[in-house]
């Protein structure tokens, strides 16, 4: 059974930092594409960065110079450090496998306020 589960959202205010974590189970972790999306209030969910199983990074453009993704294989955990944080990433962070199938975690849920 396929688990995805993320932890590390919560409140922050403009300009701050986050990092969020996915544990992955039941997928080969070494060479799936892992990914972070994201969902606003009233929008449709948008990618946001993805990282292959060689390490190849890509980034939507609205968060390139200020979120980092990386992967931690012999712990089979998928990171998104996000850096200064902008009230428009508000919004529920998913985790994302692709490994044969699509698969998807249940969210955390990221706020930036002042």
């Known amino acids: 059974q396929v688990r995805l589960v993320e932890s590390g959202g919560g409140s922050v205010q403009p300009g701050e930092s986050l990092r969020l974590s996915c544990a992955a189970s039941g997928i080969n972790f070494k060479i799936a594409t892992m990914g972070w999306y994201r969902q606003a209030p009233g929008k449709q969910r948008e990618f946001v960065a993805n990282?292959?199983?060689?390490?190849?990074?890509d980034y939507a453009d609205s968060v390139r110079d200020r979120f980092v993704i990386s992967r931690d294989w012999p712990k089979n955990k998928l990171y998104l450090q996000m850096n200064t944080l902008k009230p428009e990433d508000t919004a529920v962070y998913y985790c994302?496998?692709?490994?044969?199938?699509?698969?998807w975690g249940q969210g955390t849920q990221v706020t930036v306020s002042s």
């Open positions: 990282i292959t199983g060689g390490g190849s990074a």
């Open positions: 994302h496998a692709h490994w044969v199938r699509h698969y």
